[in-house]
């Protein structure tokens, strides 16, 4: 049974960079994409972006200039970063797996709040 | 970026009742489409996979039905753990979206 722990900073000041983690428990990396979504307080969902296990990475375009997401094969790891962040990029974030041959994201972190303010 | 909009965005039910949700996709999504349930304060929860393939423990009173654009959950008879915010997402072109969310309420 695949579960995924993230953890990272919850409260960021404006221009700062967002970093947040998740470790994959009871699977091994391959096969799946591994992504990041978020969801701002009382709103819908949006994917920001995913990685294979071999590096292999895709991004939300309205993203994309800011994002990163790099794997660590040997802590079964991955890891979001997102430049400059602002007011609206306050959200509950999501790390969550999306079997290769599924296409829908069937394990998913816990969430991690993630505010931004001055 | 592939546009879902579901209907309705709320609706009020009892248990017992029978649910219908629609979301239509701005352009062909074949059948690339997945249903998600989602509670308050809870990460979402993959209910149907492929538009129509009921995910390994949920129960068979959700189905989903559709391909192209318009896409449908239904819920047979709800149970009170079934009152809850229903997501439709696509996989079948970058970057992967979301509906708006259906939230589904006690009447």
């Known amino acids: 049974q695949v579960q995924l722990q993230q953890w990272g900073a919850g409260l960021l000041k404006p221009s700062e960079t967002l970093s947040l983690s998740c470790a994959v428990y009871?699977?091994?990396?391959?096969?799946?994409?591994w992504n990041w979504l978020r969801q701002p307080p009382g709103e819908g969902l949006e994917w920001i972006g995913e990685?294979?296990?071999?590096?292999?990475?895709n991004f939300n375009p309205s993203l994309k200039s800011r994002v990163s997401i790099t794997v660590d094969t040997t802590q079964s790891q991955f890891s979001l970063k997102l430049a400059s962040v602002t007011a609206a990029d306050t959200a509950v974030y999501y790390c969550?797996?999306?079997?290769?041959?599924?296409?829908?994201?069937?394990?998913w972190g816990h969430g991690t709040m993630v505010s931004v303010s001055s | 970026d592939i546009q879902l909009t579901q209907s309705p965005a709320s609706l009020s039910a009892s248990v017992g009742d029978r649910v219908t949700i629609t979301c239509q996709a701005s352009?062909?999504?074949?059948?690339?489409l997945n249903w998600y349930q989602q509670k308050p304060g809870k990460a979402p929860k993959l209910l149907i996979f492929?538009?129509?393939n009921l995910e390994t423990g949920v129960p068979p009173r959700f189905s989903g039905g559709g391909s192209g654009t318009d896409f449908i959950l239904t819920i047979s008879a709800m149970e009170p753990e079934d009152f809850a915010t229903y997501y439709c997402?696509?996989?079948?072109?970058?970057?992967?979206?979301f509906g708006q969310g259906t939230k589904i309420d006690i009447k």
């Open positions: 969550a797996r999306s079997p290769l041959l599924l296409g829908a994201f069937d394990v």
């Open positions: 009871g699977g091994t990396l391959s096969g799946s994409s």
């Open positions: 990685i294979k296990h071999r590096g292999n990475t």
């Open positions: 352009q062909d999504s074949s059948n690339f």
């Open positions: 492929d538009a129509s």
């Open positions: 997402q696509q996989y079948g072109s970058l970057p992967y979206t």
